[in-house]
């Protein structure tokens, strides 16, 4: 969640009409233990834009899908992440998405097509592929409808169902 609390205060800065909903754990804390939306509160809390963030925290799962086809893009800049799920659910709802290029990400986010891939830790990548896909409502449809082909053609059921029985006969005939 740092690396995005980084981000906001320029992106909300230069686009007035944006507005951050953020979704799931935000008690992150940094090596001293001092929590990241504490620090950004006290820093930003009186600024104008500030109306312009919600803070969900954890919802259930009716309001995460809902959160999912409401927004118009989605971001996760996670330093790891071993499979990707949250950008798969993302993408079931036909949405752009930012990640960073580590574990699972690349597999599931593939850079230019359904969304942006950025280095671990660059905030300015992330500014960078967030103030794109702002500015172009053309380029969030694109990469959206992508997201979805994709979705359906490498992680529908029917097609992991597939995937499996072929990797279970590879296994029967070796034996």
């Known amino acids: 969640i ?40 006290a820093k930003y809390k009186q600024k104008s834009w500030y109306k312009n963030i919600i803070f969900k925290g954890y919802v259930t799962e009716d309001e995460l899908a809902e959160a999912y086809r409401n ?3 989605f971001v996760a800049p996670s330093r790891y ?12 709802s036909a949405k ?6 580590v574990g699972g990400i690349p597999e599931i986010v593939h850079d230019g097509k359904n969304g942006f891939l950025i280095t671990n830790e660059s905030t300015k990548e992330l500014h960078d592929s967030l103030t ?6 053309e380029l969030r449809e694109k990469m959206g409808r ?7 053609k490498d992680y529908a059921s029917d097609v992991w169902a597939e995937k499996f029985l072929t990797f279970a006969d590879k296994l029967i005939q070796k034996k």
């Open 2 to 41: 740092d690396l995005l609390l980084d981000v906001i205060p320029k992106i909300l800065s230069e686009h007035k009409n944006v507005t951050f909903r953020l979704v799931g754990d935000n008690s992150g804390e940094d090596e001293n233990g001092v929590s990241y939306l504490g620090e950004f509160e």
């Open 71 to 73: 927004c118009d893009i």
């Open 81 to 92: 992440e071993s499979f990707g799920q949250i950008y798969i659910e993302a993408m079931a």
């Open 96 to 101: 752009p998405v930012i990640g960073v290029n």
């Open 132 to 137: 794109k896909l702002i500015k172009s409502a």
């Open 146 to 152: 992508s997201s979805a082909e994709i979705l359906r």
